[in-house]
Nanobody, 127 residues
Framework: VQVVESGGGLVQAGGSLRLSCTASKYTYSFYSMGWFRQAPGKEREGVAIARTDGSTTYADSVKGRFTISLEIAKNTLYLQMNSLKPEDTAMYYC??????????????????????WGKGTLVTISS
């Protein structure tokens, strides 16, 4: 399974970015895909999770600003990021994994038990 992210870049605070992630054929028909991020010197943290049952979960830090969506037919995940802040600056990673874990668990653990990961896309927010 290959996971490939795109859409990162440099924007000013208050701006918007849209990240995309495509995963090649995954073993299971029901799965979770999520966005995670890691800033320099910090641990990886969960940002948002989308499951094939339609449910979504967000980290408190991005609620109301970020929107995750999953296009199942294309195995493609999106993250619309609005009202960006300098503290959103990080490498953003996409991952795919089993859906039997709740999205909150993936958020809390920074993606533990996700099966496959992309190489990341860098998001930099200037103040």
């Amino acid at each position: 399974v290959q996971v490939v992210e795109s859409g990162g870049g440099l924007v000013q605070a208050g701006g918007s970015l849209r990240l995309s992630c495509t995963a090649s054929k995954y073993t299971y028909s029901f799965y979770s895909m999520g966005w995670f991020r890691q800033a320099p010197g910090k641990e990886r943290e969960g940002v948002a999770i989308a499951r094939t049952d339609g449910s979504t979960t967000y980290a408190d830090s991005v609620k109301g600003r970020f929107t995750i969506s999953l296009e199942i037919a294309k195995n493609t995940l999106y993250l619309q990021m609005n009202s960006l802040k300098p503290e959103d600056t990080a490498m953003y990673y996409c991952a795919i994994g089993p859906s039997y874990y709740p999205g909150s668990r993936y958020i809390k653990t920074g993606g533990r038990d996700m099966d496959y990961w992309g190489k990341g896309t860098l998001v930099t927010i200037s103040s």
